[in-house]
């Protein structure tokens, strides 16, 4: 096979780089990275012929029938893990998965993203999503302890200790390194959480940024004696971690689509209907966006999470938030998600995210009026107002009834999914919490 000229640089540059080895990685259908290493010898053979792997192994990935699996490292994702403990230089490598019969593989979370991305940009759009990506510091589990505790006590935006600082230098540093743009880092409302700002990027590089940024974060925080978690609500009582995602689309020269400086918002039509939207397919979306039984802990009233199927500007209680702009700046118009949390897969987010802008906007979705006001305290409107699923097992049954989901997903990855995150269901509902025994075991 015939490599590409991207294929042999990415090999010139590791020559000159001198890495040792190669983390090629990937992910399951519940955003698990997995990796196969190889020498940098194997490297030409990887992008002549694909490394070959068991997927039949991996959570909802394929089954016995199907097993043979090779990795197709992409090019673009060449970056010297600058942050990895090791004595070897070692780079990594983002693969697409494939068959042997040189198919691309329809249970691959970042081909789902990689045809999301290729249909909106036949329609002449370009996606591209910032995140905040939230996370709490713990220190180390020790004496059997089962509740962490923080490794700072800085609210919001407050100067944290002097290790928690360093240890976010430390992970933007490497994070900027492997030529992902970080623009900010701060404390967050939690005692011991903190949050990554990203520059925008188009959605499938983007993707590849979160996968590798929760591995630095774990990775950095270990090597500072630190234990860092994406769970969406690891202590009760707490703010719980999202990953809010600004969202914008652009024309192939890099024009908003979503900005229209004479409107109230600063929002055009397309931004619109493309919010609208994704308010429609809001519930049945959900599973994807938060997958976890722990997720639906944090979507709950209060410390701003997002209950209500609503969109706003300055009631960050809404589901779709419209930031404000300078008004020097209202072509940086953007819509912001704000029950996505850090344990999804993002190539699957992503992906169910542009597929239910772009249906908005093909549908020409009406948008309901805004709802500025703070809706916790409202109780009629409540009973009015469509809200997000309350469980995993609710947000579960509204994905297997959406059609754009199965759609955007693709069956293969629509039908594992829900056969990954059933089984996750029905685990929990078996398990008997310390709650429970507390409450009951002398009671009952």
């Not at 991305?117 to 990506?133: C, K, T």
């Not at 993707?207 to 969406?232: E, K, N, Q």
């Not at 300078?326 to 940086?332: G, I, K, N, V």
Request: proline content about 6%; overall charge negative; some cysteine.
């Amino acid at each position: 096979m015939t490599l590409s000229e991207a294929a042999r640089a990415v090999i010139e540059r590791a020559e000159r780089d001198q890495i040792a080895y190669f983390d090629l990685q990937f992910t399951d259908i519940t955003g698990m990275v997995k990796l196969v290493q190889i020498p940098a010898r194997q490297l030409e053979a990887a992008f002549a012929h694909g490394v070959w792997f068991d997927g039949s192994a991996l959570e909802g990935f394929a089954r016995v029938a199907e097993s043979d699996m090779f990795l197709r490292p992409d090019p673009a994702t060449y970056a010297l893990q600058t942050w990895a403990s090791s004595a070897e230089r070692v780079a990594r490598l983002i693969c697409d998965v494939y068959t042997p019969t040189g198919e691309p593989y329809s249970g691959d979370p970042r081909g789902v993203l990689r045809r999301a991305v290729q249909m909106a940009a036949a329609q002449g759009y370009r996606y591209l999503v910032a995140p905040e990506l939230e996370f709490y510091l713990f220190r180390p589990l020790q004496n059997g302890a089962s509740a962490p505790q923080a490794g700072d006590h800085a609210g919001y935006f407050d100067v944290s200790d002097s290790q928690t600082q360093r240890v976010r230098r430390a992970i933007t540093d490497a994070l900027e390194a492997m030529g992902i743009p970080v623009e900010s880092a701060h404390s967050e409302v939690g005692d011991g959480q903190h949050e990554l700002d990203f520059a925008p990027l188009e959605a499938l590089p983007m993707a590849d940024a979160i996968l590798t940024a929760r591995l630095v974060v774990r990775s950095v925080a270990r090597d500072h004696g630190l234990l860092a978690t994406f769970m969406p609500k690891p202590l009760g009582g707490v703010a719980g971690s999202g990953m809010h995602t600004h969202q914008m689309l652009t024309d192939a020269n890099g024009v908003n689509l979503f900005a229209d400086p004479e409107d109230a918002y600063g929002l055009s039509l397309l931004g619109r209907a493309f919010m609208a939207g994704q308010l429609a397919h809001a519930r049945g979306m959900c599973a994807v966006l938060a997958p976890l039984v722990n997720s639906y802990k944090r979507l709950v009233a209060g410390l701003e999470a997002p209950v209500y199927v609503t969109w706003a500007q300055l009631n960050r209680a809404a589901l779709l938030r419209v930031p404000r702009n300078q008004s020097e700046r209202r072509d940086r118009a953007r819509i912001e998600l704000r029950c996505v949390d850090p344990s999804c897969n993002p190539y699957l987010a992503f992906a169910v995210m542009l597929h239910s802008g772009l249906d908005g906007i093909r549908n020409n979705t009406p948008l309901p009026p805004p709802a500025e006001e703070e809706l916790y305290a409202f109780n009629a409107r409540r009973r009015q107002i469509e809200t997000l699923p309350t469980s995993l097992n609710e947000a579960l049954d509204a994905l297997e009834r959406s059609e754009l989901a199965n759609a955007a997903l693709g069956l293969t990855v629509f039908e594992r999914f829900l056969e990954a995150k059933r089984l996750e269901w029905n685990e929990y509902t078996l398990s008997v919490s310390p709650w429970e025994l507390e409450r009951y075991l002398l009671n009952y």
